[in-house]
């Protein structure tokens, strides 16, 4: 199929799906206008908005006037992600008048088993934009403000100076922005809620509530860079980062609806292996602390990525660390791959999930290795014995691959075998040889 | 005088030390910064030694503390998770 048609497609996909939009708001409010208006039993809601929150509202936690504060309320949401997803959906349909949405990436396919307000269709549009469509088709009665963009000091600044939220939904995927947004809290005297996520594990606490704590209370100096793993590199199961998430509405109804036991003072560690949740309590707000103290070092925003050492967000940074004759271009190395030795340095479980034919998978990690060295050597001597010289070192991005030819070298510095680095790695395999090859 | 006590990894701490909990024996009572650098020395934690949190049964433990540890006292070794 021709690339204009695809385009032509998508086009006609989405007119339809907007006229569709619009016969079922049509439908609704013919169908239920009775409901939606002013009543004479109830002057704060429609009839719609007391059946719909009914199940929440006859509790005493809530109670009609939980239920106006909620519908009263404005919270900003940093990221619609494994952990924004689940917050949103829950503090949408709870009913909460307006919620701000924050992200700049867009729906990828590796974001669909945890993202669940995206859907297949969306793919390649603003994550912003979907998770929208999504809330506003659970609930049309509250407002959602869509907002594509980076957050950082000045973006972050410019939205908090024209709108007061009562609550920050910290769902975002790394530590500068983490930062960020306590900092921002506490200069505006907002609560955070907290949440975060990796692997099978999770985090939820809230920050700056009530005299309590804040990040750097905890955590005055951010990680260093290479200590921190992203959900792209040690992964994450959907349903982890969905409970935390879903906590995460949870602390947020609790704090609007004025509720007591907001989890604020303590910290939960949600172990996903074994399906534990303990209970941490934390320290008291430090009066030493560089933002919430008595003596603030830190009065204004400052440049969170120059202060983590790192960028605001979880995509990973190329190095480029060779000679440009110890490489060879993908095309390159797509037309001699079958007659040469090639080694994948990527981690046995990526390997074993997708690999190309003819490859040896030596993960970078064990690289070093005694017994890896043998196996390599006892593979070189073979293959020179064969006149075979040439060795293609290969993993995901063209990274590690990178390192991993610059160690090899030093190893086998005495033998005549020649290290290359396959530029771009399997991404680039995947996007400029064979589309075919998952790009993960 | 020497306890043993059970020493649980969460996030980049598990990743490093290879596993989710331990049992360690150290001295008693021991100050906060000893503990710390018995823990980061033992499990080669040093990368992350600035971004620990140490709850002695699921409590906080100050920095300027001096902690009485009983045997089968259990030290959460908790860094910050930042995914999402
Ligand atoms: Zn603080």
Wanted: aromatic content about 8%; proline content about 5%.
């Amino acid at each position: 199929m021709p690339k204009q048609d695809f385009e032509d497609l998508k086009l006609e996909i989405k007119r339809l799906r907007e006229e569709l939009h619009q016969k079922e708001e049509f439908l609704r409010e013919r169908q239920y206008k009775k409901l939606q208006g002013k009543n004479v039993y109830n002057d704060q809601f429609t009839t719609e908005e007391i059946v719909r929150y009914s199940r929440q509202m006859i509790m005493p936690n809530i109670n009609p006037h939980g239920q106006i504060a909620l519908k009263n309320s404005k919270i900003l949401i940093v990221g619609v992600g494994g952990l924004g997803c689940p917050a949103a959906l829950y503090l949408a349909s709870a009913g909460v008048g307006e919620i701000t949405l924050i992200d700049y990436d867009e729906v990828e396919l590796t974001n669909l088993h945890r993202q669940i307000l995206h859907s297949e269709s969306d793919i390649d549009i603003p994550k912003v934009e979907s998770a929208y469509n999504s809330l506003k088709r659970i609930n049309s009665h509250i407002k959602v403000i869509p907002l594509r963009l980076h957050a950082n000091s000045l973006t972050i600044k410019d939205i908090i100076t024209k709108n007061k939220y009562h609550v920050i939904v910290d769902g975002s995927d790394n530590v500068a922005t983490r930062y960020l947004l306590n900092d921002v809290c506490v200069m505006n005297d907002i609560p955070l809620v907290s949440g975060s996520a990796l692997q099978m594990e999770g985090q939820l606490t809230v920050y700056h509530y009530q005299g309590g704590p804040c990040y750097r209370c905890l955590f005055p100096v951010p990680p260093p860079p290479h200590a921190v793993t992203s959900c792209g590199d040690g992964g994450v199961l959907g349903a982890v980062p969905g409970t935390i998430g879903v906590l995460q509405a949870l602390e947020t109804i609790k704090i609007l609806t004025n509720s007591s036991g907001v989890l604020s003072g303590r910290l939960l560690l949600f172990d996903g292996t074994n399906t534990t949740f303990r209970n941490v309590k934390l320290r008291e707000r430090n009066l030493k602390c560089d933002v919430c103290g008595e003596n603030p070092t830190v009065k204004t925003l400052i440049d969170y990525e120059l202060f983590c050492g790192s960028s605001s967000h979880d995509k990973v940074i190329n190095i480029d660390i060779l000679k440009c004759n110890e490489q060879i271009d993908i095309i390159d190395f797509s037309t001699i791959l079958k007659d040469n030795v090639v080694l994948d340095v990527r981690p046995k479980i990526e390997y074993q999930m997708c690999n190309l034919p003819n490859t040896v998978n030596i993960p970078f990690t064990e690289i070093e290795k005694d017994d890896v060295f043998e196996k390599l050597n006892k593979l070189f001597k073979n293959k020179l014995a064969d006149g075979i010289k040439n060795v293609y070192v290969l993993c995901r991005r063209g990274n590690d691959s990178q390192r991993a030819v610059s160690c090899l070298k030093k190893k086998f510095s005495e033998s005549p075998i020649i290290f290359y680095n396959v530029k771009g790695g399997l991404h680039a395999y995947s996007k400029f040889v064979d589309t075919s090859f998952p790009r993960y | 005088m020497n306890v043993e006590v059970k020493v649980l990894f969460f996030a980049k701490a598990r990743e490093v030390a290879g596993k989710s909990c331990d049992i360690l024996s150290v001295s008693s009572p021991i100050s906060y910064l000893q503990l710390l650098e018995e823990i980061v020395t033992t499990y080669s934690l040093a990368d992350i030694k600035r971004n620990i949190i140490l709850a002695v049964n699921e409590e906080y433990c100050n920095l300027d503390t001096t902690i009485y540890l009983k045997p089968g006292d259990e030290i959460a070794v908790i860094p910050p998770l930042s995914g999402g």
